[in-house]
Each structure stands twice: as structure tokens, then as C-alpha cells.
Nanobody, 119 residues
């Protein structure tokens, strides 16, 4: 059974940093591209970053370049999101999502972790 479990969310002040984790199980982690997707209050889903765990190649949404970093620990089957210089616009629920192997889109999602940026 595929499981994705995010952790590390919380309340942080503007300009602060936070690291999110996504523990994965039930599939070959290094074979599956992984993504972070977020949802701000009252808004739709927004793709943030993507990583190919086997190659390490990454893609970033323009609004997070230079502030967010995606990485993996393949030995621990864990995906990370390091966020810095956070603003109130980064507030939302952050999900890790596994890409489907042969179609466009995601086949598994975590339950999400809340990030609130506020003074």
C-alpha cells in the first residue's frame, strides 16, 4: 500500500524558514518523480516543485526560485521541502504527490501539512 505522510508544518513569522518532510512507503521511491503542491486558503491547488529522485533533477515554480529547495534522502524514502524567506502568500496546506508512472498527473497524495506565515 502506497503511503505518503507529510510533517513539519507550523506557524512561522514572515522571513522565517521551515522544512517539510514527506515519508514515503509502498513503492520504489527512487523510480517515481515526486512533487510538492500547495493550496492557499480559498484557492485551488498550485504546483510548487518537482524532483526526480534517481537523477536529482528538479523543477521549480517561478514564485519559489531562490527561496525553496526540494531534495530527497533515497535511503530513507523521504522527500523534503526547505523553505526560506517565507511570506504570508506562502500560507497554505502543503502536499507531497507521487507522479503516476505512465500518465500525466499524480496517483497518490499525502494528507497535507499546514504552513501558516504570520506575525
Amino acid at each position: 500500500e502506497v503511503q505518503l505522510a507529510e510533517s513539519g508544518g507550523g506557524l512561522v513569522q514572515p522571513g522565517g524558514s521551515l522544512r517539510l518532510s514527506c515519508a514515503a512507503s509502498g513503492f520504489t521511491f527512487s523510480y517515481s518523480a515526486m512533487n510538492w503542491v500547495r493550496q492557499a486558503p480559498g484557492k485551488g491547488l498550485e504546483w510548487v516543485l518537482r524532483i526526480n529522485p534517481s537523477s536529482g533533477s528538479t523543477r521549480y515554480a517561478d514564485f519559489v526560485k531562490g527561496r525553496f529547495t526540494i531534495s530527497t534522502d533515497n535511503a530513507k524514502n523521504t522527500l523534503y521541502l526547505q523553505m526560506s524567506n517565507l511570506t504570508s502568500e506562502d500560507t497554505g496546506v502543503y502536499y507531497c504527490a507521487k507522479e503516476a508512472p505512465s500518465v500525466v498527473g499524480y496517483d497518490y497524495w499525502g494528507q497535507g501539512t499546514q504552513v501558516t506565515v504570520s506575525s
